[in-house]
């Protein structure tokens, strides 16, 4: 089973950014989904972005335009750099694959934007 870690989340002020890392322990194939979801208090875990393949990125309509997903291969990591932070961005992110044996979350990280 791949596991994850997430690291970079923290405390920052309406309109500032943010990285988020994650690392699986195990070599993620390009054709395979990774990406992130969230979920905040009271809320469902959402898909947020994911890169697939060779397709373009995919972002949920509230943070596009403001965050990017980005990974690397050869490291078997994925990144979220976030842009314009919201109080509504607070949440516990979770770095995400999906391969051929399934579907796979870190533990999460926590993001709580608040001045």
């Known amino acids: 089973q791949v596991q994850l870690v997430e690291s970079g989340g923290g405390l920052v002020q309406p309109g500032g950014s943010l990285r988020l890392s994650c690392v699986a322990s195990?070599?993620?194939?390009?054709?395979?989904?990774m990406g992130w979801y969230r979920q905040a208090p009271g809320k469902e875990r959402q898909l947020i972005a994911r890169?697939?393949?060779?397709?373009?990125?995919e972002y949920a309509d509230s943070v596009r335009g403001r965050f990017t997903v980005s990974r690397d291969n050869a490291k078997n990591m994925v990144y979220l750099q976030m842009i314009n932070l919201k109080p509504e961005d607070t949440a516990v992110y979770y770095c995400?694959?999906?391969?051929?044996?399934?579907?796979?979350w870190g533990r999460g990280t926590q993001v709580t934007v608040s001045s």
């Open positions: 995400y694959v999906r391969d051929s044996t399934g579907d796979y």
């Open positions: 890169l697939r393949g060779g397709r373009d990125p």
């Open positions: 195990e070599t993620v194939l390009a054709r395979d989904a």
